[in-house]
């Protein structure tokens, strides 16, 4: 049971570049969530879904974009990548009353 | 107010002390709460969940009070490797509806130290 999985781990990118984050859940939950976290910021919200088809913008959307085409799969894009975009981003998923499972992260620095 | 205020902390304490944080939230609907330790440059990790009873799970208790909508975590007798942030969760549950997300806390940083 791989839980949840987050690619890639690391990624450096150049400003303006774009990439897609992924995220994979096996545990056919229905809610989905991004999150960057920076030092002395805890996390911050970016985008979740609350099932499949459905996405709503969190606490900090600005430069990002998401998608949930499948259940099981929650994909964060940056069109236009910018330093200040240079962060750890967490994917998560739960269903109501349950506990919410992390992936491991991914280190991204904007160059 | 915020959704939800935690301790901003940090904590520095020796090894054996009892630390206490705290946490309020604003959503008087909220349904389910928790806490979560992140260790430095690791995911977060549920520690406990929180019950209306409170409950127990060897050195570490927890406390919810509705009325006042507040969440505590107690740790007795801390060790080294307590040292993290803890985080405190809020979940709507059913009531959030179309508008359900889960909450975190911005955390509060344990140090241990020997």
């Known amino acids: 049971n791989a839980g949840v999985t987050q690619t890639p781990k690391f990624r450096v990118l150049k400003t303006g570049q774009s990439m897609t984050l992924l995220c994979a859940q096996d545990?056919?939950?229905?809610?989905m969530y991004w999150y960057r976290q920076d030092p002395g910021m805890g996390l911050r919200l970016i985008h979740y879904s609350v099932g499949e088809g459905t996405t709503a913008k969190g606490e900090v959307p600005d430069g990002y974009n998401v998608s949930r085409l499948k259940k099981q799969n929650f994909l964060l894009g940056l069109e236009s990548a910018a330093p200040s975009q240079t962060s750890v981003y967490f994917c998560?998923?739960?269903?109501?009353?349950?506990?919410?499972?992390f992936g491991q992260g991914t280190r991204l620095t904007v160059v | 107010r915020k959704e939800v205020e935690q301790d901003p902390g940090p904590f520095n304490v020796p090894e054996g002390a009892t630390v206490a944080f705290n946490c309020t939230y604003s959503?008087?609907?909220?349904?389910?709460f928790f806490w979560y330790r992140q260790d430095c440059r690791k995911e977060p990790k549920l520690l406990m969940s929180?019950?209306?009873s409170g409950n127990e799970d060897g050195r570490f208790t927890a406390q919810l009070n509705r009325a006042s909508q507040y969440i505590s975590l107690l740790i007795r007798d801390s060790k080294l490797s307590d040292s993290a942030t803890y985080l405190c969760?809020?979940?709507?549950?059913?009531?959030?509806?179309?508008?359900?997300?889960?909450?975190f806390g911005k955390g509060t940083l344990l140090t241990v130290n020997p």
């Open positions: 545990m056919n939950h229905e809610y």
């Open positions: 929180v019950y209306s």
């Open positions: 998560a998923s739960e269903d109501s009353y349950t506990e919410a499972f």
């Open positions: 969760v809020v979940s709507p549950g059913d009531s959030g509806g179309s508008n359900y997300k889960l909450t």
């Open positions: 959503n008087s609907a909220s349904q389910s």
